[in-house]
């Protein structure tokens, strides 16, 4: 896969995603879009891949969006920037890396992440509202925090400390700027450990669940549910534990 804003690169069963335009501090374009789309649906579709690590190369994850072009004088939202993880059905778990700053466009593919750790001088900042514009990641706060949290942090454009960030829910670890990749390598490591089945089907659960009532949860639920536990991985996971001998995920 040629590539000229991401660097990916696999290990094993993990997945390195990089952003990859340090000159213009990570900020998104259509090109890092169409390519981190090409990325996820690479990640999702390889079998041997079973967790993803998203950094930014660099002196920050990344800026936000790529305005060097300038402001255009109207718009009218065509779907330009569509391809995030969830909405290609990325069930397999993607850990975030977030160093410095993390800004707009950027918070945006920060907050699609599963688990997020940062180090102790990150920043978050959507300064939209500033310039008059109103932006996707808004969508995602109440999602992830309380609504009174969210409105604390979309309305008034300031920044955000990686402690304020800790405390609202935004992110699960603060981390030394040398331990970053160590610290996402330990949990990536941790997920490999587990049946990739279960852990797919858990994260499925949570994504297709989260905009659905109760009655449709029970559907999705049942869906796969019955999947899972209809699975090689099940089955290996129950004799292994009679047996007292460690698990080998067929990951089937």
């Not at 690590?53 to 305005?67: E, H, N, P, V």
């Not at 300064?127 to 309380?146: D, H, L, N, R, V």
Request: net charge negative; aromatic share 10%.
């Amino acid at each position: 896969m040629e590539l000229t804003t991401i660097e990916y690169e696999k290990k094993g069963a993990i997945a390195y995603v990089t952003l990859n335009r340090p000159d213009k501090l990570n900020a998104m374009n259509e090109a890092l879009h169409a390519e981190l789309a090409r990325v996820w649906a690479d990640f999702r579709d390889d079998a041997d891949l079973r967790v993803a690590i998203l950094s930014g190369k660099g002196r920050c994850f990344s800026a936000g969006a790529d305005l060097s072009g300038g402001a255009p004088a109207s718009y009218q939202y065509t779907g330009d920037f569509p391809d995030i993880s969830q909405t290609q059905k990325v069930y397999k778990p993607i850990i975030a890396a977030l160093h410095s700053h993390v800004v707009g466009y950027g918070m945006w593919i920060a907050l699609d992440a599963d688990y997020r750790i940062a180090t102790e001088d990150v920043s978050f900042w959507l300064p939209e509202p500033q310039w008059g514009i109103a932006t996707i990641p808004a969508a995602w706060f109440p999602k992830i925090m309380p609504w009174a949290i969210a409105s604390e942090l979309l309305l008034f454009a300031e920044r955000v400390s990686a402690q304020r960030a800790y405390d609202v829910g935004m992110i699960n670890k603060i981390v030394p700027a040398d331990q970053l990749m160590a610290e996402a390598e330990k949990h990536a490591h941790r997920i490999c450990e587990l049946s990739p089945v279960a852990v797919q089907g858990m994260k499925e659960l949570m994504v297709r669940g989260a905009s659905l009532d109760y009655g449709d949860i029970d559907g999705i639920t049942g869906e796969v549910q019955t999947r899972v536990m209809n699975s090689a991985d099940r089955k290996e996971g129950a004799k292994a534990f009679i047996e007292k001998r460690a698990v080998e995920w067929p990951g089937r």
